[in-house]
């Protein structure tokens, strides 16, 4: 006898059992449930994110009973997009390491520039004819494709997997924004879902050969910094800082975190450094620099002071931060290659 489908079943595995379900999920507007990055869920709590009243989730499961068994559903089955409803397979991104090294960004405190600190790295990178990635784990806020102006959903790869959106200067962007309808709409997930948003996006995520995959994380010590560093075969660990008393704090617990989980600090940042007139004039307005507590807190070297731009926020907001040019993302970019050259 054909097995029976239950509320406590995890999307993907119904819908590698039993291909006709993807339609009937799709017809039931779970669209997100059946993607990549929501099928991990069960069926229970693809529904509770979708809100569905507790009749809702008996008709879906009947339907998804009913199509698996080849008989006719409630619900007109609606085809599933591109890319979208189909089980992903792991690629071969990750054990081949076709992705020469891993990086990722913390910070301790939100806001002191780690998406833009990723996104300039990845620019001044890419313009000396390294090939990059950017995964976006900042799952729940993600900036990233905002800040390149990535636009369209990611679409199904040769090899089955996703192929991310790639940047107008040819950096590869995958980012939760790609999956949301509306790119204000929230993501309200828990933990365990953003960590297994994350470990999608890097191992069903088709990133070809890459020298540096950069991987924005959200601030703090929460789930997603830890799935990264847990999951994901990190090479280093960048902590971007501002000059500020509370930012060297809150860094020191982030600094903690990465230290109880064997991670590796490659390079410290400070952002926000000080803001430059155009006679050359200096003025550091966040404060006096801490980038030496920083090297000393973490034994790792400065890579750079980068200074408060507000042109750059306005590039970033218009999604075309490819085109600022700036000496000090040029020296981190560089100091970033030959402190991993000296890790090697
Ligand atoms: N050096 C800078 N000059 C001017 N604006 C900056 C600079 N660094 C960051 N910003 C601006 O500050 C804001 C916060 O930066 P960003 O989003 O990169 O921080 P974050 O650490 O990633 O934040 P979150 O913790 O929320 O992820 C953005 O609007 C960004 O454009
Ligand atoms: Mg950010």
């Not at 590869?172 to 948003?197: C, H, Q, T, Y």
């Amino acid at each position: 006898m054909a097995e029976t489908i239950t509320a406590d079943m995890i999307i993907h595995d119904v819908v590698s059992r039993h291909p006709a379900t993807v339609k009937v999920f799709h017809g039931h507007g779970l669209p997100c449930t059946a993607c990549a990055v929501g099928s991990r869920e069960s069926i229970a709590g693809g529904a509770r994110t979708h809100r569905f009243a507790p009749e809702k989730l008996d008709i879906l499961v009947k339907d998804l009973n009913a199509a698996a068994n080849g008989q006719p559903t409630s619900v007109a089955p609606k085809k599933a997009p591109v890319g979208r409803g189909v089980p992903l397979q792991m690629s071969t991104a990750g054990p081949d390491r076709k992705i020469k090294q891993v990086i990722a960004v913390m910070s301790g405190k939100g806001g002191v520039g780690k998406s833009l600190v990723t996104g300039l790295l990845a620019v001044s990178l890419r313009r000396q004819g390294l090939r990059v990635g950017i995964l976006d784990g900042d799952i729940t806020g993600p900036s990233i494709a905002r800040m390149f102006g990535t636009r369209g959903q990611p679409s199904k790869s040769v090899s089955g997997g996703i192929d991310p959106l790639t940047s107008r200067g040819g950096i590869k962007v995958m980012s939760m924004n790609m999956f949301l309808e509306n790119e204000s709409d929230p993501v309200v997930w828990r933990g365990p879902m953003i960590s297994s948003a994350i470990k999608q996006f890097y191992s069903d995520v088709d990133w070809d050969q890459l020298d540096y995959l950069l991987v924005d994380l959200p601030p703090g010590t929460s789930d997603a910094p830890m799935t990264v560093m847990q999951s994901l075969p990190v090479d280093g660990i960048i902590i971007v800082s501002s000059p500020q008393m509370l930012a060297t704090m809150v860094v020191m617990k982030c600094i903690n975190m990465v230290r109880q989980l064997k991670g590796i600090i490659v390079g410290v940042v400070e952002n926000m450094s000080y803001f430059q007139t155009p006679d050359g004039e200096r003025y550091e307005i966040f404060g006096p620099s801490n980038g030496t507590e920083l090297v000393n807190m973490t034994g790792a070297p400065l890579l750079a002071q980068l200074p408060i731009d507000p042109n750059l926020t306005t590039l970033c907001d218009a999604g075309r931060v490819e085109e600022y040019h700036a000496e000090a993302y040029d020296l981190l970019a560089e100091n970033f290659i030959n402190t991993l050259k000296i890790k090697r």
